[in-house]
């Protein structure tokens, strides 16, 4: 099955500068790759995803790469704020119909000011 | 739209009881997904449903039983509950798979096994 691994764990950085998460995964049929954000206390929320038949996609200050090559993933996000502190996760899902996403082990993000 | 309903909130149980979390959602989505999150773990799946009637294992389904009689819910029944069960777990649910892949995630039960 598949297996995604998320680095790094934890990520400290200024506010303003730019933290990227980078994520790879084990199965090359795999075709979808969201990414999650979760605040302390609250759940999940999907906040930008990415189809294998895309190398990039960007919405404001986040954007995500994939390289289906080297099976990898990336998150970026810029002019990073205090609000961007969270915990990150990345999922991939296979092609097979009736497949699920399987996590990442997150990545917790602080911004400080 | 509520979404997707957890309860309960929070549940202490001691070693060897058994319990059932329930999980309803009013979006008509035909996934259903049961995940644990333990510290530094990640998101863990239990056991996923594609459709009433239909339920899969996840990667971490011993100790965990589920049933999709109708498409609104998803109950996780834990059998025997051995302090390892302790953990937050999340439902989800989406769309079928071609576009609505985004999961919407209950707010979580909080259950220690003690």
Redesign the interface.
């Given at each position: 099955?598949e297996n995604v691994e998320?680095h790094p764990?934890t990520l400290s950085v200024q506010e303003g500068d730019s933290a990227v998460i980078k994520c790879t995964y084990s199965d090359s049929a795999s075709n979808?790759f969201?990414w999650?954000k979760q605040e302390l206390g609250k759940?999940?929320?999907?906040i930008i995803?990415i189809r294998s038949n895309v190398g990039e996609k960007k919405d404001q200050r986040i954007a995500v790469t994939l390289n289906k090559t080297a099976k990898h993933f990336s998150l970026h996000i810029t002019e990073t704020q205090p609000e961007d502190s969270a915990v990150y996760?990345c999922a991939a899902?296979g092609n097979q119909?009736?497949?699920?996403?399987?996590?990442?082990?997150?990545t917790t993000l602080s911004v400080s000011s | 739209n509520a979404g997707v309903t957890q309860t309960p909130k929070f549940r202490i149980l001691k070693i060897g009881q058994s319990m059932t979390l329930q999980c309803a959602q009013d979006m008509n989505h035909n996934y259903m997904y049961w995940y644990r999150q333990d510290p530094g773990m990640g998101l863990k799946l239990i056991y996923y449903s594609v459709g009433a009637g239909i339920t899969d294992k996840g990667e971490v389904p011993n100790g965990y039983n589920v049933s999709r009689s109708t498409t609104e819910d998803f109950p996780l029944r834990l059998e025997l509950a051995a302090p390892s069960q302790t953990s937050v777990y999340f439902c989800a649910s989406s769309y079928s798979t071609g576009g609505g892949e985004k999961l919407f995630f209950g707010s979580g039960t909080q259950l220690s096994v003690l």
């Open positions: 099955g998320q764990s979808y969201p999650y759940r999940p929320q999907l995803d996760f899902r119909a009736g497949t699920a996403l399987i996590f990442g082990k997150g | -």
